[in-house]
């Protein structure tokens, strides 16, 4: 159950749900409509949500839900919100296309076609249609009266996943929120899962970049808490990053199999691998051998059919 201890109100207008994954509730008083940045993660998380909704805003009706990617914890809910209240669903290009055909999430992590024990609702969401796509310098407005409106900003933040966008939002009153989805990790979740998944590894930091030069009054990442100062949480994903860098430089002072790299990573970081983790960390793995690779950091070798890495010292 939520209650009103979960709604923070950010501006006039702009209010989101500390959640497991965080929710954005953009409100136009005039025409009582409620546009929503993610729909959690599935139909039972997103009943809850809609019920409080309900409550605080009678009357209202939600218009869109946004999603900034197709990741299930995210856009879990749209099958559910879309039949019950008709709303549209805004996203961009090609999180659209994965949220359409969600088996790609489970066969991308998987490198094939999937066992069937991660066909499960933490990978793959009810299939569902974008209404409109978001892209990065297409500015959308909500008119609440003459001179007063509310500025939408899909802003690109790949890396996390193929396409993902953070949402900022400029209220009437001037207070700007960016919702920032998966492209960053609030402070608690850094320090619980150090390791954070990702699918592009450069693309990663490049967005962590990205956003320290925007200048928001409140940050908002899906896990974690709002941040009115970005620049510590930044650093702190971005050492995040360049100590697993690190750790698998040292690991690779000796070839070893993308096996043997991902068993050595889960110790040092004491993880218990289960399926969930052997695919989601040997997926994000990849991605980190990938970037070290093009960095001219490391190397590999198919030797007797087995592939191994090896570090390059210079
Ligand atoms: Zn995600």
Request: glycine share 4%.
């Given at each position: 159950?939520?209650?009103?201890?979960?709604?923070?109100?950010?501006?006039?207008?702009?209010?989101?749900?500390?959640?497991?994954?965080?929710?954005?509730?953009?409100?136009?008083?005039?025409?009582?409509?409620?546009?929503?940045?993610?729909?959690?993660?599935?139909?039972?998380?997103?009943?809850?949500?809609?019920?409080?909704?309900?409550?605080?805003?009678?009357?209202?009706?939600?218009?869109?839900?946004?999603?900034?990617?197709?990741?299930?914890?995210?856009?879990?809910?749209?099958?559910?919100?879309?039949?019950?209240?008709?709303?549209?669903?805004?996203?961009?290009?090609?999180?659209?296309?994965?949220?359409?055909?969600?088996?790609?999430?489970?066969?991308?992590?998987?490198?094939?076609t999937p066992i069937h024990d991660l066909k499960t609702k933490y990978f793959v969401a009810k299939s569902c249609k974008a209404d409109k796509i978001l892209e990065e310098g297409?500015?959308?407005?909500?008119?609440?009266?003459?001179?007063?409106?509310?500025?939408?900003?899909?802003?690109?933040?790949?890396?996390?996943?193929?396409?993902?966008?953070?949402?900022?939002?400029?209220?009437?009153?001037?207070?700007?929120?960016?919702?920032?989805?998966?492209?960053?990790?609030?402070?608690?979740?850094?320090?619980?899962?150090?390791?954070?998944?990702?699918?592009?590894?450069?693309?990663?930091?490049?967005?962590?970049?990205?956003?320290?030069?925007?200048?928001?009054?409140?940050?908002?990442?899906?896990?974690?808490?709002?941040?009115?100062?970005?620049?510590?949480?930044?650093?702190?994903?971005?050492?995040?990053?360049?100590?697993?860098?690190?750790?698998?430089?040292?690991?690779?002072?000796?070839?070893?199999?993308?096996?043997?790299?991902?068993?050595?990573?889960?110790?040092?970081?004491?993880?218990?691998?289960?399926?969930?983790?052997?695919?989601?960390?040997?997926?994000?793995?990849?991605?980190?051998?990938?970037?070290?690779?093009?960095?001219?950091?490391?190397?590999?070798?198919?030797?007797?059919?087995?592939?191994?890495?090896?570090?390059?010292?210079?």
């Amino acid at each position: 159950m939520i209650n009103d201890e979960f709604l923070i109100k950010l501006s006039q207008h702009i209010y989101y749900i500390k959640y497991p994954t965080n929710i954005g509730i953009i409100e136009n008083p005039i025409k009582k409509e409620l546009y929503l940045i993610e729909t959690a993660n599935d139909e039972e998380s997103i009943k809850i949500i809609f019920d409080f909704l309900n409550k605080k805003f009678p009357n209202y009706k939600i218009k869109v839900a946004i999603n900034t990617h197709s990741h299930a914890d995210h856009c879990g809910g749209n099958d559910y919100l879309t039949k019950t209240t008709n709303c549209e669903i805004w996203t961009s290009k090609l999180e659209s296309a994965m949220m359409e055909y969600p088996l790609i999430e489970t066969n991308l992590i998987w490198g094939g076609t999937p066992i069937h024990d991660l066909k499960t609702k933490y990978f793959v969401a009810k299939s569902c249609k974008a209404d409109k796509i978001l892209e990065e310098g297409k500015t959308e407005i909500i008119n609440l009266n003459e001179n007063s409106f509310i500025k939408i900003e899909p802003i690109s933040l790949k890396g996390h996943y193929i396409d993902q966008i953070g949402i900022l939002i400029t209220d009437t009153d001037e207070k700007i929120s960016f919702f920032l989805g998966d492209a960053i990790s609030g402070r608690n979740v850094i320090r619980k899962y150090w390791i954070q998944y990702l699918l592009d590894e450069q693309q990663t930091k490049d967005s962590l970049m990205k956003i320290s030069s925007i200048k928001a009054d409140f940050y908002v990442p899906a896990h974690g808490n709002l941040v009115t100062d970005i620049e510590g949480l930044v650093e702190l994903n971005l050492i995040a990053l360049l100590e697993t860098e690190n750790l698998i430089l040292h690991i690779l002072k000796t070839p070893k199999t993308t096996e043997q790299i991902l068993k050595e990573v889960a110790d040092v970081n004491g993880i218990k691998l289960r399926i969930a983790q052997y695919v989601l960390i040997g997926s994000t793995l990849h991605s980190y051998l990938t970037s070290l690779y093009e960095q001219e950091k490391i190397t590999f070798n198919i030797e007797e059919n087995i592939m191994k890495w090896q570090r390059i010292d210079n």
